[in-house]
């Protein structure tokens, strides 16, 4: 494995942000990966797609390593289609292959960019869809054993956008298994989508208007498009308890309708409603980094800024959703070397 000094991550982010690292290698098989992680120097940053990262603009001190293991497996069982993935293979070619092979199960989560490693991470979701619907079982390295596990999906302990490998250094995915079901049908639960192709709907349809929705808002990455240069949404939708929630509602005008849905610890609210009616709509910001002009979550870098002034961006969203509704946001990429 060839070992490349002062790579900036700027080249291998989506936001087109991040200093130097000190030492960049590239795994190109699962046991590379292992090994690139086991003899590394220093602190380890894996990276797959860079798409839900933001790094410091002074960079990484120690060795990024960069996932491009690819492969995919397919075992038949009846209607079921087990289907092993490697961490390097791209999410979206992987998804447009279940569609076009007639396996339902991933196509709600058509145009999330990324590698299939990091699914399972923040437990990747979208239009009533999430990973965790059909993952089976992931393989890890367990770097605090040295060994190489196979976990079941009760054992990844997935929850909204989050898992037993978010939040830590201690695992490395290097691969995935999918349960999908060998129909072309989908049954959208997603109203947005179910109004767009029905209750049941072939997966190429499914497909196609939740690309048309995403681009819409930006969601898709477009070389061209400035306001798709982002790591995604960049705060999740919080969750509060019945305290919080009547705390909050203490704030409104009588008679306010906000959007909300029952979660398993509380009621969750729309970030982009907060931050909307915080007085940060579309485009607000300055010429290198603003709010999405497309999409209220996506705080964007347009060229020519740094990660110090989109975290200085995040900032003053964060702080004026607090100050005008005493909600708390909190990031959805991976802060590397900075905090909001
Ligand atoms: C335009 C846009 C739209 C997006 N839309 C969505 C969306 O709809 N839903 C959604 O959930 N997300 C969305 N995201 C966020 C992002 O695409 C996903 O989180 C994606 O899964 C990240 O994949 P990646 O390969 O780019 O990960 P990276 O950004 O490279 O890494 C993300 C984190 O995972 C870790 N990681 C990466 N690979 C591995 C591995 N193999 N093992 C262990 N840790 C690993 C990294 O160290 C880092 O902490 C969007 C992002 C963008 C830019």
Redesign the pocket.
């Known amino acids: 494995m060839e070992v490349r000094a002062g790579v900036p991550l700027a080249g291998v ?2 936001l087109r942000l991040g200093g130097p690292a000190a030492r960049t290698v590239e795994a190109r098989t699962a046991d590379e ?1 292992v090994e690139a992680v086991r003899t590394a120097t220093g602190p380890v ?9 933001v790094v410091a603009d002074e960079g990484w001190a120690g060795t990024v390593v960069l ?1 491009r293991s690819r492969g995919i497996a397919v075992a038949a069982d009846g209607d079921l289609r087990t289907v092993t993935v490697e ?1 390097g293979e791209p ?1 979206d070619a992987l998804v447009a292959r279940t569609v076009a092979e007639g396996w339902a199960g991933l196509e709600c ?1 058509s ?5 299939t ?3 399972p ?6 239009y009533g869809q ?1 990973v965790a619907q059909t993952i089976a079982g992931v393989t ?1 390295y367990d770097t605090a054993t040295d060994t190489v596990t196979e976990l079941t999906a009760a054992e990844c302990r997935f929850g909204y ?1 989050d898992s037993l ?2 939040h830590t250094d201690r ?4 691969r995935v298994v999918f349960a999908l079901r060998a129909t072309d049908k989908s049954t959208p639960r997603y109203e947005e989508l179910r109004a767009r192709v029905g209750e049941v709907a072939p997966l190429a349809d499914v497909r196609d208007a939740v690309l048309a929705l ?1 681009r819409g808002k ?4 477009d070389e061209v498009d400035p306001d ?1 240069w ?4 960049f705060f999740t939708n919080p969750v509060l308890t019945p305290v919080e929630l009547a705390a909050f509602e203490a704030r409104l005008a009588p008679g306010t309708h906000y959007p909300s849905w029952p979660a398993e610890e509380g009621t969750k609210l729309s970030a982009a409603w907060l931050i909307e009616r915080a007085g940060f709509g579309k485009g607000f910001g300055g010429e290198t980094v603003r709010v999405s002009g497309k999409h209220t979550l ?1 705080l964007t870098h347009r060229g020519g800024g740094t990660t110090a002034e989109l975290v200085a961006l995040a900032r003053t969203v964060r702080d004026g959703v607090v100050a005008r509704f005493g909600v708390a946001l909190r990031p ?3 802060l590397v070397g900075v905090a909001l």
């Open positions: 982010t989506t990966l940053l894996l990276v797959g797609g860079g798409s839900n990262l996932i961490a999410w989560l145009g999330i960019p990324g590698l490693g990091a699914t991470v923040q437990n990747v979701g979208a999430d890890a956008r490998f978010k695992w490395v995915v290097l995403r930006g969601m898709v990455v798709t982002s790591a995604g949404s996506a959805e990429p991976r």
